[in-house]
């Protein structure tokens, strides 16, 4: 369309140029009439002439501009507002249609506007007829407040938002059942997977909310439940400290957790009982050793005594004396070698 007016606007000055050579040759002719007449001077009559060429183009010019306003007209009534609107900009202040223009932009803005808003509006309702309501709301809201259908955008709007309110109760429901059926077959993490997809403003998130707690809660107790079967697991092979460690990470938030901290009592007192077992071996054989006056042995084995055990105390007790009878031991060896030693020098 630019091309258009700038084709429209060279014909409009080419027809100028023709009307100002045109009245350059009727001067010359009215100077030629005007000696014929005995004239003096053509001076007047160039005059008179450039002022009937002035006079011309101002009228050629005013009809280029009367043409150019009623394409504008033209291009409104087939709701081409912005063309027209350019059209209309084209038309000089000095123009006597200028004013007129002026008023006709303002109203053609207007027009071109709601025909945007229009436009803008048929979109959402055709979005709202796929039941994209959340598109179609996003797309109203391009409309602005100052609109002139902007109280049939409100209207729709709150329409959309209600079906969308619809659907999302309709969805939430079908993650509750959806949820439900995968708690029964114990896959509760996808379950809370699914139930944090329920919005907060649908009537089902207080009680998606209390299947999370609830499911939650299994997820726990199977996880206790594991444990408690891996710990009884190595309990039964002897390794009680490894099964008390594996019962210490079993939450208190668990059902089991009250029973889970007698076992574990129970695995404290049966290492107990295999730490004094353990003792009073290793204390027997220290005894067996210091007879056969093997004392470092007997310290070594001494040694190995845990503290909670009721031996410790005398294994303490009696590594003092074992390093005491070791060191007489050494030295009545020295001795003996060297009153050998002294002996065989003697001899000789």
Same mark, same amino acid.
Request: with cysteine; proline share 0%.
């Given at each position: 369309?630019? $091309?258009?007016?700038?084709?429209? =606007?060279?014909?409009?000055?080419?027809?100028?140029?023709?009307?100002?050579?045109?009245?350059?040759? $009727?001067?010359?002719?009215?100077?030629?009439?005007?000696?014929?007449?005995?004239?003096?001077?053509?001076?007047?009559?160039?005059?008179?002439?450039?002022?009937?060429?002035? %006079?011309?183009?101002?009228?050629? %010019?005013?009809?280029?501009?009367? *043409?150019? @306003?009623?394409?504008?007209?033209?291009?409104? =009534?087939?709701?081409?507002?912005?063309?027209?609107?350019?059209?209309? *900009?084209? %038309?000089?202040?000095?123009?006597?249609? !200028?004013?007129?223009?002026?008023?006709?932009?303002?109203?053609?803005?207007?027009?071109?506007?709601?025909? *945007?808003?229009?436009?803008?509006?048929?979109?959402?309702?055709?979005?709202?007829?796929?039941?994209?309501?959340?598109?179609?709301?996003?797309?109203?809201?391009?409309?602005?407040?100052?609109?002139?259908?902007?109280?049939?955008?409100?209207?729709?709007?709150?329409?959309?938002?209600?079906?969308?309110? %619809?659907?999302?109760?309709?969805?939430?429901?079908? @993650?509750?059942? =959806?949820?439900?059926?995968?708690?029964?077959?114990?896959? !509760?993490?996808?379950?809370?997977?699914?139930?944090?997809?329920?919005?907060?403003?649908?009537?089902?998130?207080?009680?998606?909310?209390?299947?999370?707690?609830?499911?939650?809660?299994?997820?726990?107790?199977?996880?206790?439940?594991?444990?408690?079967?891996?710990?009884? $697991?190595?309990?039964?092979?002897?390794?009680?400290?490894?099964?008390?460690?594996?019962?210490?990470?079993?939450?208190?938030?668990?059902?089991? !957790?009250?029973?889970?901290?007698?076992?574990?009592?129970?695995?404290?007192?049966?290492?107990?009982?295999?730490?004094?077992?353990?003792?009073?071996?290793?204390?027997?054989?220290?005894?067996?050793?210091?007879?056969?006056?093997?004392?470092?042995?007997?310290?070594?084995?001494?040694?190995?005594?845990? *503290?909670?055990?009721?031996?410790?105390?005398?294994?303490?007790?009696?590594?003092?004396?074992?390093?005491?009878?070791?060191?007489?031991?050494?030295?009545?060896?020295?001795?003996?070698?060297?009153?050998?030693?002294?002996?065989?020098?003697?001899?000789?």
């Amino acid at each position: 369309m630019s $091309n258009f007016l700038n084709r429209l =606007k060279s014909k409009a000055q080419e027809q100028i140029n023709n009307i100002e050579n045109e009245t350059l040759k $009727n001067a010359a002719k009215v100077a030629q009439v005007a000696v014929d007449r005995g004239y003096q001077s053509t001076k007047k009559a160039l005059e008179e002439a450039k002022v009937q060429a002035q %006079i011309k183009v101002a009228e050629a %010019i005013k009809l280029q501009q009367q *043409k150019t @306003f009623d394409l504008a007209l033209d291009m409104a =009534k087939k709701e081409n507002y912005s063309q027209a609107i350019i059209f209309l *900009k084209n %038309i000089p202040a000095n123009s006597e249609l !200028y004013t007129e223009a002026q008023s006709q932009i303002a109203v053609y803005e207007q027009a071109a506007k709601k025909s *945007k808003d229009e436009r803008i509006f048929s979109r959402a309702i055709a979005l709202a007829e796929q039941e994209e309501y959340t598109q179609a709301i996003k797309t109203l809201k391009q409309i602005s407040e100052e609109s002139s259908i902007y109280l049939d955008v409100e209207n729709k709007i709150t329409e959309y938002v209600e079906q969308v309110k %619809i659907i999302e109760e309709k969805i939430a429901v079908e @993650f509750l059942e =959806k949820a439900a059926n995968l708690a029964d077959q114990e896959e !509760y993490s996808q379950a809370l997977m699914v139930l944090e997809q329920i919005y907060q403003d649908t009537s089902a998130y207080i009680e998606a909310q209390a299947k999370k707690n609830e499911y939650q809660e299994l997820i726990r107790d199977k996880k206790a439940q594991l444990l408690l079967e891996k710990a009884i $697991n190595n309990a039964n092979e002897g390794k009680y400290r490894e099964s008390i460690e594996i019962l210490n990470q079993i939450s208190n938030e668990t059902k089991i !957790y009250t029973e889970v901290q007698e076992i574990i009592e129970q695995y404290q007192e049966l290492i107990k009982i295999e730490e004094k077992k353990l003792a009073e071996e290793l204390f027997n054989r220290a005894i067996t050793f210091a007879e056969q006056k093997k004392y470092t042995q007997a310290i070594d084995v001494l040694q190995q005594i845990a *503290k909670t055990t009721e031996y410790y105390d005398f294994a303490q007790n009696n590594i003092v004396e074992y390093k005491r009878l070791k060191l007489e031991k050494e030295a009545n060896s020295f001795y003996s070698q060297l009153r050998r030693g002294q002996a065989h020098v003697a001899c000789n």
